[in-house]
């Protein structure tokens, strides 16, 4: 009977309306395309460095750009899963981070500054106490093979931590 209820909707919701034109990646999906492929990664944070991997792709029709982070962190496995569109609405590219340390996902946006070639991104999200607070991240692009980020919490001036990416050869 829920079944048939939750059918009726649906069907009632979609009567009517019109085949919609899937939405297609834009030029600023292209800036995100450049990050696909495996890389290996050095964090820096609290004077020790740790290593790692990420897978990344294009995914969902090419819309989004999804990572898949293996690290150590300080002889723990971390492990993080990323997700980045564009959100043409929003005129903002638009992520989500989510990782083995906690249940919360961080929620981003930001706007790419062609001029510095910088992807600058501030969301809402856990803290080191677990309240919500500020972040932001700042990454770059130096060369084809290069990403360089920086993450700050807060009102900080000085970044949390830091993560270069080398692309695999």
């Known amino acids: 009977m829920r079944k048939m209820a939750v059918l009726?909707?649906?069907?009632?919701l979609t009567a009517g309306t019109q085949a919609q034109e899937p939405v297609k990646?834009?030029?600023?999906?292209?800036?995100?395309?450049?990050?696909?492929?495996?890389?290996?990664?050095?964090?820096?944070?609290?004077?020790?460095?740790?290593?790692?991997?990420?897978?990344?792709?294009?995914?969902l029709g090419g819309?989004?750009?999804?990572?898949?982070?293996?690290?150590?962190?300080?002889?723990?496995?971390?492990?993080?899963?990323?997700?980045?569109?564009?959100?043409?609405?929003k005129k903002k590219y638009v992520s989500v981070w989510f990782d083995s340390m906690g249940t919360t996902?961080?929620?981003?946006?930001?706007?790419y500054d062609k001029g510095k070639k910088t992807l600058t991104m501030v969301g809402q999200g856990p803290g080191k106490d677990g309240k919500v607070t500020t972040w932001r991240s700042v990454s770059q692009m130096p060369d084809n093979d290069?990403?360089?980020m920086s993450m700050y919490v807060g009102d900080?001036?000085?970044?949390?931590?830091?993560?270069t990416y080398k692309r695999k050869q």
């Open 63 to 89: 819309l989004w750009l999804a990572a898949a982070l293996e690290s150590d962190l300080g002889g723990q496995k971390f492990y993080g899963r990323s997700m980045e569109t564009y959100d043409a609405g």
């Open 25 to 59: 990646p834009g030029p600023e999906h292209e800036l995100l395309k450049k990050r696909v492929g495996n890389w290996e990664t050095t964090m820096k944070a609290g004077g020790m460095e740790f290593k790692g991997t990420v897978k990344v792709k294009m995914d």
């Open 105 to 111: 996902p961080l929620n981003m946006e930001g706007a």
């Open 146 to 148: 290069t990403i360089e």
């Open 8 to 12: 009726a909707v649906v069907l009632g």
């Open 156 to 163: 900080g001036n000085e970044p949390m931590f830091t993560v």
